[in-house]
């Protein structure tokens, strides 16, 4: 196979990326207005179920027992989809899927597949596979669309082309569809989509699709949408191929009573969103002849390993919790660098690739807890952040590189010297002395040195005060007296 | 292909060893556990009669779907109508669809006899429905009585459903209890007509699915 058209695993890390998109205001701009849209309505919605609560517990159990029995899971929906007529292939990593997806396409001589927007196709590189293949793949979602002819990246996952303004859209479509005349009304581009794809839908004969849900007892498969081009996608060509993700699965069909509640008041903010498309395996005079689902593993079984891991793979993928973080908020999706952005992308990306590559996504997050309360399916993000974290940490230690690191020999030496009492002393005297290179006049710092710049790049601060709280303690037992903070103390009395 | 089914076993192996599985399943324990789950959610309706047809009217009208309400001996009278104020002749059917539905003046085409390019051609799709959701204002449509292929409704600009009062449930819950015999048939749900907030977050009516849906509740 050849290499995806662009790897969205740079070796860049999260501050470096960061750092350029913070640069880049009109996205932020964009960024900011779209995620509190989307949580306004959101949080109203959610707001009127006075069972929401119960919808994230059922949520949240079903998605860990179809987890904890995901093999048998698997092989069920397997039998039943088979039985239902379609076809299931089993794809250890993204190349076996790639090798898999290009023989189907190849099998029927299509040049040209349409698309419904798909994570799991992002993940292995598939467009850009195809095309190294001379396969043309249309991306069929508005938002997708404009991504792919901007040659762009998604920086969302329910909302992908967030990060652009109808302005910017106008000109991507009127330079790729030959429309220079076409205004800047959302309703003017929609129609523009509309037009282009139409005479799509109804000529090529192989879509590819991903899917939101699995259900094991009968071999349906679940797609949940807003525009209607995934129904297209579903009904009109002759042959259907569905990746998919093997956590996907649920028990049971009524399980997305749940599901089909939690999902589009979290992701939309909608009670219910436009299109939702359930069918089992292929039908007489209905939709595709031929369907396949090719159920994608990736680096995913090995997550199942530790409990707090595994409650990763719960994910529904709703985006809520980019759309309610603070990091989120200030970078936009590009800045994870990964297909999967916001935190939980900042869990799921190092996961999937064995912890080599993301290794800086644990790190992209203040801990702030928000995104575990608006999880849907109680995913604790927090939680798994920090066993993250350690893994990093352990991984590090194991390597010279590591070992030696800025970071480790800093971490040992405050451990060193935080174990002792005269050893803190020795060194806030130190630090008292050292300071005074770079305290500015207002008494702040404001720059660090070298590997310690990190910490000052976006914020000032404190120096150390003359004297510390340990020799202010240590004068005011000694003397018997109250020298100096009295105010302070006063207060505390009160 | 002898990669693939390899690639199965390798892939259901490494799940096994994540999960600490042992090799025999214990399907009654699995059952247990599943029968277990929390399911506190709100699975029965609280509203009836006119006040539950009344919230499904609101939720419609707030996805901005036209609704009407009739008497079952005037539904061709109401389909007349609703077609005719919108200047639409050439309406595509489930092959299936009720005679008595159908008013004169109009050309009616059976969905079977056409293949997506014609249906292109129509102007709009007149259908039944499996059952309907007030708190979600939600249409289900199966390939089953009166509904037709799951094409009918999608390509055709304009889309014309008639719900009877007795489909429509308050929950989503009660509306997966109803499905669960034809789980395995063809099924949409649809709530509104096609939308997109695509761009600048902004909700635009139709862009693939059809542009405009008026429901027609029968009492
Ligand atoms: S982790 Fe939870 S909130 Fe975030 S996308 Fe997944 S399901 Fe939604």
């Not at chain 1, 927007?117 to 195809?130: F, H, P, Q, V």
């Not at chain 1, 390597?399 to 030696?404: D, F, P």
């Not at chain 2, 047809?53 to 061709?76: C, K, N, S, W």
């Not at chain 2, 997966?176 to 977050?201: C, H, K, Q, V, Y």
């Amino acid at each position: 196979m050849s290499a995806p058209e662009h790897s969205h695993f740079s070796s860049r890390n999260f501050p470096e990326a960061a750092k350029e998109l913070l640069a880049d205001s009109q996205l932020r701009k964009n960024v900011r207005h779209a995620t509190d849209v989307i949580q306004a309505k959101r949080n109203r919605v959610v707001a009127e179920l006075p069972d929401w609560e119960a919808l994230r517990d059922a949520g949240s159990g079903i998605r860990a027992h179809a987890l904890a029995h995901l093999d048998h899971y698997l092989a069920e929906f397997e039998q039943n989809c088979t039985r239902a007529g379609g076809q299931v292939h089993w794809a250890r990593d993204a190349a076996e899927a790639n090798r898999i997806i290009l023989g189907l396409i190849q099998r029927h001589e299509a040049k040209e597949v349409i698309k419904i927007k798909t994570m799991t196709s992002e993940e292995i590189g598939l467009n850009g596979n195809l095309e190294a293949h001379g396969i043309r793949a249309h991306e069929t979602d508005l938002a997708e669309l404009i991504v792919q002819l901007g040659h762009d990246k998604p920086s969302h996952f329910v909302v992908p082309a967030l990060h652009k303004n109808r302005q910017q859209v106008r000109a991507i479509f009127q330079r790729e569809m030959h429309l220079p005349e076409l205004g800047d009304k959302p309703e003017d581009l929609c129609a523009a989509a509309r037009t282009y794809l139409r005479e799509k839908y109804l000529r090529i004969k192989v879509a590819v699709s991903g899917a939101n849900f699995l259900v094991a007892e009968n071999g349906a498969v679940c797609i949940v949408e807003s525009e209607g081009n995934g129904r297209m996608c579903l009904t009109l060509p002759d042959v259907l191929i569905s990746l998919v993700g093997i956590e996907k699965v649920i028990p049971r069909f009524r399980d997305l009573e749940v599901l089909l509640q939690t999902l589009p008041r979290s992701a939309t903010g909608e009670r219910m969103n436009p299109y939702n498309s359930i069918w089992t395996g292929v039908h007489a005079g209905d939709g595709p002849k031929e369907f396949h689902v090719v159920l994608l593993d990736n680096g995913r079984s090995p997550i199942l390993a530790e409990a707090e891991a595994r409650q990763t793979l719960k994910c529904i993928r709703c985006a809520a919790c980019l759309n309610v973080c603070p990091v989120y908020h200030q970078t936009g999706g590009h800045a994870y660098e990964s297909v999967y952005a916001g935190p939980i992308g900042a869990i799921l990306t190092p996961q999937l690739h064995s912890m080599e590559e993301g290794r800086s996504l644990p790190y992209a997050s203040s801990l702030c807890g928000a995104c575990y309360e608006v999880c849907p399916v109680k995913i604790n993000i927090p939680e798994v952040l920090i066993h993250l974290r350690g893994k990093v940490v352990e991984q590090d230690q194991k390597t010279l590189g590591g070992k030696l690191g800025f970071w480790n020999i800093g971490m040992q030496a405050a451990a060193f010297v935080f174990e002792s009492a005269n050893r803190l002393s020795m060194a806030q005297h130190l630090g008292q002395m050292g300071q005074k290179v770079v305290v500015s006049k207002n008494g702040f710092i404001e720059r660090l040195p070298l590997m310690l710049s990190g910490w000052t790049q976006t914020r000032d601060l404190k120096a150390l005060p003359a004297q510390s709280f340990r020799d202010w303690w240590a004068q005011r037992e000694s003397s018997g007296s109250r020298p100096t903070n009295t105010a302070k103390e006063g207060r505390r009395g009160e | 292909m002898a990669s693939e089914s390899e690639a199965r076993g390798a892939i259901l192996s490494s799940i096994r060893s994540a999960l600490r599985a042992p090799a025999e399943h214990d399907d009654g324990a699995r059952q247990a556990e599943y029968e277990g789950l929390p399911r506190g959610y709100k699975r029965a309706a609280t509203l009836q009669g006119e006040a539950l047809l009344a919230l499904f009217t609101h939720r419609l009208i707030e996805y901005d779907a036209g609704v009407a309400r009739v008497p079952r001996a005037q539904i061709a009278d109401a389909v007349a109508r609703l077609l005719g104020k919108r200047g639409l002749k050439r309406i595509a059917i489930a092959d299936d669809l009720p005679a008595e539905w159908l008013p004169c003046g109009f050309q009616f085409e059976k969905a079977s006899a056409f293949g997506a390019q014609q249906l292109d051609e129509l102007e709009g799709a007149l259908t039944g429905c499996a059952v309907a959701i007030a708190e979600t204002g939600t249409i289900v449509l199966q390939n089953a009585a009166a509904q037709g292929p799951r094409s009918l409704s999608l390509v055709p600009d304009y889309h014309l459903c008639v719900v009877f009062a007795a489909q429509v449930v308050e929950t989503v819950p009660e509306c997966f209890a109803r499905l669960d015999a034809t789980a395995a048939l063809p099924t949409t749900f649809i709530s509104g007509p096609s939308a997109t907030a695509d761009i600048e977050m902004t909700r635009i009516k139709g862009v693939h699915g059809p542009r405009f849906l008026d429901v027609l509740m029968v009492e």
